[in-house]
């Protein structure tokens, strides 16, 4: 049983090199602020009131699931929440905050 622990604590508890898992955060990051990025062009034509995907069709496609969308009705507040959510992006992938930004 001793070999059995000492063997499970190393797994877990040695210390190692964070470099490989600071470079998959860096990679996830990059990654998702292309693919919110990508939505810039045509933030409102895709989520806006009269857009491809109005709130009535958000709501009714989400209808047992949270969707933050159906609380932002114009085109301002839809663009303040998508710099709001770049912004926690590039915070992410630079490393601060990472565990509110996660």
């Known amino acids: 049983m001793r070999d ?4 499970w604590n190393r797994f877990w508890y040695t210390g190692t090199d964070p470099f490989g ?16 990025g990508t939505f810039s062009g045509e ?6 009131a009269n857009g491809r995907l109005p709130v009535s069709v958000v709501e009714e496609l989400t209808s047992f ?8 009705h114009s085109d301002v507040e839809l663009w303040a929440l ?17 565990r509110i930004t996660s």
């Open 82 to 98: 998508h710099v709001a959510g770049m912004i926690v992006l590039v915070l992410f992938t630079v490393g601060l905050f990472t």
């Open 43 to 48: 933030l409102v034509a895709w989520f806006g």
């Open 65 to 72: 699931r949270f969707s933050y969308l159906s609380w932002f």
């Open 4 to 7: 059995i622990g000492d063997s």
């Open 21 to 36: 898992l600071c470079l998959i955060r860096i990679l996830t990051g990059l990654m998702a602020l292309y693919c919110v």
